[in-house]
């Protein structure tokens, strides 16, 4: 079995012979043009995975996880966002620390500690959270359900069918058409399970893994596997008697590609799934900024947001505006946006780390959800070109913007005691400087 390539945001995928680097890689010749066809289907999607880079090298972009081609490689891919020190370990440590935050996942052995000791690819550590959970249920007890069951039997059981034995061929008077329940596991969150746990045996590479998945198959070899992944997902019930299944729901929603990442059909690609970097940010600065707000504070995210346009062609809305993070606290509303961009490499000055057309955007919205006048912020990742709130940027002498990095190794966003949105945060955090201030756990 080959050894999984690992890379990074950006880098080059090549089928020249080169020596593999997080930021340089050599494939074969028959991943590169499955690679080729792949990126094809998300340019048809809106999307763009990979560009190419002459004719026999691919640059990628910023998606992040797993990929497995059909040929057998195994591609990982790590965020690019650390530049010393073990850049592989640092960057798998913050994108499972992501995808826990983003997806909202339960997880009983991701401490910080837990995390650094488990130095394995994205994939082999989600299939370890889903087999643990799964454990963990087996042993307090599957669910049982009772299911209708109508069949012709030689004696009679539950209740006779009358119109089905009124209608019964001559000769067979003797048979029973009956109905009646029985108490089994088939039912749609069990089948679910045993989907996900015939992907995890079939997909890990770790002993470890594979064993965990070999027993809990053994358990429940009875359980058949789902036929109908959307609709058992829509019929997994929420009700009290079902409260051990839902910690390992998003885990299961993860391997079967019902989660965030993006699915690549055939059923050859074990394990793949990828997830867009800067929608992993920005649920991420969600997240942090939920636990931060003072109580009475509004987050209104993108989804839920006002629906202001930039403009109207007669009563017809053109172009939606929808900024990341909408703010609001005791009549008081601050615009924030989140931006996985980093500073560019040799810059001379901060400001060079943004970009103009960030700033038009936050005018557009300056303009329409503050009409005109407060503040807004871009909240950047930290990196070592950009570690400190830039001055404030005017629109006018009542609008302006702040450039704010976030530090994603010390879970803080850095704001300038300027900005009024501070006193926004500052008030659930105590009397500790708000650059100091950790998420709770």
Same mark, same amino acid.
Request: glycine letters at 6%; hydrophobic letters at 40%.
């Given at each position: 079995? $080959?050894?999984?390539?690992?890379?990074?945001?950006?880098?080059?995928?090549?089928?020249?012979?080169?020596?593999?680097?997080?930021?340089?890689?050599?494939? $074969? &010749?028959? &991943?590169?043009? @499955?690679?080729?066809?792949?990126?094809?289907?998300?340019?048809?999607?809106?999307?763009?995975?990979?560009?190419?880079?002459?004719?026999?090298?691919?640059? @990628?972009? $910023?998606?992040?996880?797993?990929? *497995?081609?059909?040929?057998?490689?195994?591609?990982?891919?790590?965020?690019?966002?650390?530049? *010393?020190?073990?850049?592989?370990?640092?960057?798998?440590?913050?994108?499972?620390?992501?995808?826990?935050?983003?997806?909202?996942?339960?997880?009983r052995q991701t401490s910080v500690a837990s995390i650094e000791l488990f130095d394995a690819p994205l994939s082999e550590w989600v299939m370890a959270q889903f087999l643990a959970e799964l454990d963990l249920l087996v042993k307090r007890g599957v669910r049982f359900d009772y299911q209708r069951v109508e069949e012709e039997q030689r004696f009679l059981r539950g209740q006779l069918n009358v119109v089905a034995q009124m209608r019964q061929r001559p000769g067979r008077q003797h048979y029973f058409q009956i109905r009646h329940d029985v108490f089994q596991p088939d039912r749609a969150e069990n089948r679910l399970l045993k989907s996900a746990l015939e992907q995890v045996a079939k997909s890990t590479r770790d002993a470890n893994n594979w064993r965990l998945a070999a027993e809990l198959r053994a358990m429940l070899s009875d359980l058949p596997a789902s036929r109908q992944i959307d609709l058992d997902f829509r019929a997994w019930s929420t009700d009290r008697l079902m409260a051990h299944y839902q910690a390992i729901k998003p885990w299961c929603e993860l391997i079967l590609n019902q989660q965030m990442p993006l699915a690549v059909s055939g059923e050859w690609r074990g394990m793949s799934m990828l997830f867009p970097m800067e929608k992993l940010f920005e649920r991420y600065v969600e997240g942090w900024l939920r636990n931060c707000l003072v109580p009475g504070a509004e987050l209104i995210t993108q989804g839920k947001g006002g629906g202001e346009s930039l403009c109207k062609q007669g009563s017809k809305p053109v172009f939606k505006l929808k900024p990341d993070f909408?703010?609001?606290?005791?009549?008081?509303?601050?615009?924030l946006d989140a931006k996985w961009k980093r500073a560019a490499q040799g810059a001379e000055k901060k400001k060079e780390a943004l970009r103009e057309a960030d700033f038009y955007q936050l005018f557009a919205y300056g303009h329409k959800y503050l009409d005109g006048k407060g503040e807004l912020a871009l909240i950047y990742p930290r990196t070592r070109q950009f570690d400190q709130p830039l001055p404030p940027f005017d629109y006018s002498p009542d609008l302006r913007l702040w450039a704010l990095p976030f530090d994603l190794d010390a879970d803080r966003l850095l704001i300038d005691d300027e900005m009024q949105f501070t006193d926004c945060m500052r008030a659930a955090m105590g009397t500790a400087p708000l650059d100091q201030a950790v998420i709770p756990g």
């Open positions: 079995m $080959s050894k999984p390539i690992v890379i990074r945001e950006y880098a080059r995928l090549t089928t020249e012979q080169v020596e593999n680097t997080l930021d340089l890689a050599h494939v $074969s &010749a028959s &991943a590169f043009e @499955w690679l080729c066809e792949l990126s094809a289907q998300f340019s048809r999607n809106g999307a763009r995975l990979l560009q190419l880079d002459g004719k026999r090298a691919l640059k @990628w972009d $910023s998606y992040v996880g797993v990929l *497995e081609t059909p040929c057998g490689t195994r591609i990982e891919i790590v965020p690019k966002h650390h530049e *010393e020190g073990d850049c592989l370990q640092k960057g798998r440590h913050l994108l499972r620390k992501l995808i826990q935050r983003a997806l909202n996942l339960d997880s909408l703010v609001d606290n005791d009549g008081r509303r601050w615009v």
